[in-house]
């Protein structure tokens, strides 16, 4: 095969890096040696015991330094030198990946913290004010039920105002969550992170200051609401494409399920805090959880690594297990699953791969290599395609050619994403599910305090067990989804139940307290069990589909198809509530109702294909027998 060596090219985030010919290796500093053939891979003690000046991440050949690598990690690492602590290759993998986990969830339970003041706040805003002992320098006016509300909340439209700073806030964040997956894809998602929370605290913060200044423009209010909207699409697209990076297929469900209770915890923490200044100074009900989404978000700059090559870790397999008896691409792939610190080994394309998924997000400039006539290959049919071509020597696994040639991958553009099977039955799915969702979030508390004697504090403590459901709901539906392999039957069973719980929610709940509290953990179950599922599992399985061939790259922007999209409904939910509050409750619910409805239409024909794959996958069964 020809070769071409090519010059420094520039990487994803801007640096100049080098491709890798075939005629140099690296060696420990990060250097090539223009006499060397091979690359020879370090031993599992020298992989450990040393930090990386240097990574090469072969899926497309890029070279990253360790300016790649948080402040906060370089610092463990030095100390861990120091110490010499040394961990084998799974251990140390297990520990970033644990890392990972941990703090994508404060991060996201941050993020959530900081968007639930404004359901708490809209009960002091406007409320009831005959009920209340006007203060000794009053002086009455013709509109005496209203002097304890703050302007401009409290005349006539009011409902109708607190449902426009909804909106404003989940409008701007369905309008950014189309742009913010396309950004994420393409800068370091440390720095995407950190600086959109940094940014959320700030008009979180900016909002809470309107108490102290003495501000009553609803302009005012509008744009702080806006702009943390925008900043807050920042958020699930980068948490959930860095742990898709170190995550592969195996028990994804159940371990996205655990993890996707950061919402529902970050919706808790943000009802308790706010609720907790709500009676004599609402403007720290913003400023608390403000404050709190900033502090994250420089803990996040300081040690969240966004890839597992930043740090020399195994790149996870996100294509289904091999099958079969193919000896040498069993070996092949199993070398390429070793941790190293230095070297990262891709499994070799083939051009029939590309025959069989069709081609998503790949350069042209790629087309130029040629097939293998290596008699050593025995790819697979379904072998997806990698980004980079890497010839085996598998009579000798610790003897491994260099790739001929760089092969760019490019990030996968929308609507190429959108023709990924599945992505438009779930982005419109969640479009109706994340409506009944945020309608419950953002209009629950101020429900339970017209329906019920409670405090606007009593009132936001108990819209906190909705979220405790979702918590269960979650973990539910990622296990039974990993048990069954089932994802789209197992939304439509919770929804399907959701829709009369609903109604029996509306008609007793409020009966008595006792009554509240179990249905509206039930309810809470059902609806965001669903939601949860689509939006972290599902979305990672169809971001890493088998038509992509392998590219990484695509992860981000389907999260942010489907996220977005259903941020659209979110948007439209508490907007339309506001009004039909006003004709009674019983009308909102029978448009959560609706809802849920033609949320499970939409996955009908999901449901008949995974219903015909298991009769075919237990008739091959009886026949092997």
């Given at each position: ?31 090539v ?6 690359i020879q891979p ?16 072969m ?13 906060g ?19 140390r ?21 900081s968007?639930k003041?404004?359901?708490?706040v ?25 002097w304890?509300?703050?302007a ?35 800068v370091?998602?440390?720095?995407f ?34 702009m ?15 742990v ?9 469900g ?10 529902s ?39 969240l ?6 740090v ?33 080994l ?6 029939n ?20 006539s290596?008699s ?7 072998t ?30 929308f ?11 779930y ?6 599910a ?29 819209s ?11 973990i ?17 069973g ?47 399985e ?47 619910f029978?448009?959560?109702m ?5 949320a ?13 794959r298991?009769f075919q ?5 009886r026949?092997?027998?």
């Amino acid at each position: 095969m020809m070769q071409r060596n090519r010059g420094p090219t520039r990487s994803t985030h801007g640096e100049v890096t080098s491709s890798v010919s075939s005629a140099g290796s690296i060696n420990d500093v990060g250097s090539v040696s223009p006499n060397d053939h091979h690359i020879q891979p370090h031993s599992d003690e020298d992989r450990d015991s040393r930090s990386p000046s240097l990574i090469v991440r072969m899926a497309g050949t890029v070279l990253r330094n360790r300016r790649d690598v948080a402040w906060g990690v370089r610092f463990i690492q030095k100390i861990s030198d120091c110490c010499s602590i040394k961990l084998s290759p799974a251990k140390r993998d297990f520990w970033y990946q644990v890392s990972v986990l941990f703090i994508t969830f404060i991060s996201y339970t941050a993020y959530h913290l900081s968007r639930k003041p404004i359901s708490i706040v809209k009960n002091v805003l406007n409320q009831n004010c005959s009920m209340l002992t006007p203060p000794i320098d009053f002086i009455p006016t013709n509109n005496t039920n209203n002097w304890c509300d703050w302007a401009p909340f409290g005349g006539p439209d009011s409902e109708t105002l607190l449902g426009t700073l909804d909106s404003s806030f989940l409008f701007a964040y369905a309008f950014g969550m189309f742009f913010s997956g396309f950004i994420a894809e393409r800068v370091n998602l440390r720095y995407f992170l950190s600086l959109g929370m940094l940014m959320s605290g700030f008009f979180t913060y900016l909002f809470g200051v309107a108490f102290s200044r003495g501000i009553h423009n609803i302009y005012f209010f509008i744009f702080a609401q806006a702009m943390a909207g925008l900043f807050q699409t920042t958020g699930w697209p980068g948490v959930v494409t860095v742990v898709g990076n170190w995550f592969g297929k195996g028990k994804r469900g159940l371990i996205f399920g655990l993890w996707n209770s950061h919402t529902s915890l970050g919706n808790i923490l943000g009802s308790v805090i706010a609720g907790a200044f709500v009676e004599y100074n609402w403007g720290l009900s913003f400023i608390v959880p403000g404050t709190i989404i900033g502090l994250s978000g420089f803990f996040v700059f300081l040690f969240l690594v966004p890839k597992p090559q930043h740090v020399g870790c195994t790149v996870p397999d996100h294509e289904p297990q091999a099958t079969g008896s193919e000896s040498h691409t069993s070996q092949a792939q199993n070398y390429q699953s070793t941790p190293a610190r230095n070297v990262r080994l891709p499994q070799p394309p083939l051009r029939n791969a590309r025959r069989t998924y069709g081609s998503v997000g790949y350069d042209s400039e790629s087309d130029d290599l040629e097939e293998s006539s290596d008699s050593n290959y025995h790819i697979r049919d379904d072998t997806p395609l990698i980004s980079s071509y890497l010839p085996y020597d598998t009579s000798n696994l610790n003897e491994i050619i260099s790739p001929p040639d760089e092969v760019k991958i490019k990030a996968v553009g929308f609507f190429a994403a959108l023709r990924i099977p599945g992505v438009v039955e779930y982005s419109l799915c969640l479009f109706f599910a994340k409506l009944v969702s945020y309608t419950f979030l953002y209009w629950l508390p101020r429900y339970i305090g017209n329906s019920t004697n409670f405090s606007a504090q009593q009132a936001a403590n108990l819209s906190t067990l909705f979220d405790v459901g979702g918590i269960f709901g979650g973990i539910i539906a990622g296990a039974i989804s990993d048990m069954s392999g089932m994802n789209a039957s197992c939304c439509a069973g919770m929804l399907g139940i959701a829709i009369p719980m609903m109604l029996v929610y509306q008609s007793y709940g409020t009966e008595s307290l006792w009554a509240n509290i179990v249905l509206l953990i039930i309810v809470g179950l059902l609806v965001n069990g669903p939601y949860c599922l689509i939006t972290t599992s599902i979305s990672t399985e169809l971001g890493t589909h088998p038509c992509l061939l392998g590219n990484a790259r695509a992860l981000a922007t389907v999260v942010a198809i489907i996220d977005g999209t259903g941020s659209i409904g979110a948007a439209v939910g508490p907007l339309l509530a506001g009004p039909l509050s006003d004709y009674g409750w019983k009308y909102v619910f029978y448009m959560l109702m609706i809802s849920d409805v033609l949320a499970l239409l939409l996955l009908i024909r999901l449901v008949s294909h995974e219903v015909k794959r298991l009769f075919q996958e237990r008739r091959q069964r009886r026949e092997n027998l």
